[in-house]
């Protein structure tokens, strides 16, 4: 293991990853690129696009077993479920407390983990994509702020596969045969020249853009095609921020 992923983690991690790394290794066959990008010591940011609600587990493994145990970012309401909470919370993973007055606690805790040489995991996009064909939406500043504070270097990381093992929305698990799980990260996103400019929206949007782009230009290379033009908006096309649109407009899963 590299550095960050050499400290001693806490017991709920431990219990955690005991549970799910096997899982991992018995469901999916692995294809594994670009790790020489993650860097070697000291804390990150890592952005991956968000295609299932199994993504998180796909992309963790792929982190853990490179050296760096991750720390997400991710919605308050799951803290919220019964045992899983409690584990999260044990493993020291960080609510997200959206809309509310404690939405600066996660930045606080997201920039207090970089520091201390943690990897520390922020889905861009906020929310599972609602792009027609699974293409990276317009993201969220929350990692770019969180970067251009403590200038820690950026890695974009694309995965493609795990939406066929639990499609997007989806409660229907397809288990076997085995799924395939592509990951590839790329090298550092460059904000270098953002650093000492004033924190305004259009420098986050900026920052943002470069790091949807990263994720999307290795997303290409995995799926040996080319993204839209245009990055789809939820808000544009009159969509909730979050949570399972399908069921808001009559449909679902």
Partial sequence: MTASGTRALPFAYRFAV????????????????????LPASGGFVVCPNHLSYVDPFTFAHFLYDNG????????????????????????EQIPVYRN???????????????????????????????????????????AARIALTTRCPVIPVAQWGPQDMLPPYSKRLHLFPRTRVQMSAGPPVDLSDLYD?????TLLRQATDRIVD??????????????????????????PETGNFHRRKGGGQ
Avoid: N
């Avoid at 005991?18 to 990008?37: D, K, Q, S």
């Avoid at 760096?68 to 493993?91: N, S």
């Avoid at 996009?125 to 293409?135: N, V």
């Fill in 214 to 239: 990263a994720i999307t230009l290795e997303l290409e290379t995995i799926r040996g095609e080319k993204a839209p033009p245009e990055r789809f908006d939820s808000r544009k096309h009159g969509l």
């Fill in 18 to 37: 005991a549970i799910v790394r096997p899982l991992m290794l018995l469901l999916t066959r692995r294809t594994w690129r670009g790790t020489e990008h």
């Fill in 68 to 91: 760096h145990p991750p720390y997400f970012l991710g919605k308050e309401g799951v803290f919220r479920i019964p045992v899983v909470g409690a584990i999260l919370r044990g493993a």
């Fill in 197 to 201: 400019q004033p924190m305004t929206g």
């Fill in 100 to 142: 509310t007055g404690r939405a600066a606690d996660a930045f606080r805790a997201a920039v207090a983990a970089v520091e201390e040489g943690k990897c520390v995991g922020v889905y861009p996009e906020g929310t599972l994509t609602r792009d027609p064909e699974l293409w990276p939406m317009v993201g969220k500043t929350g």
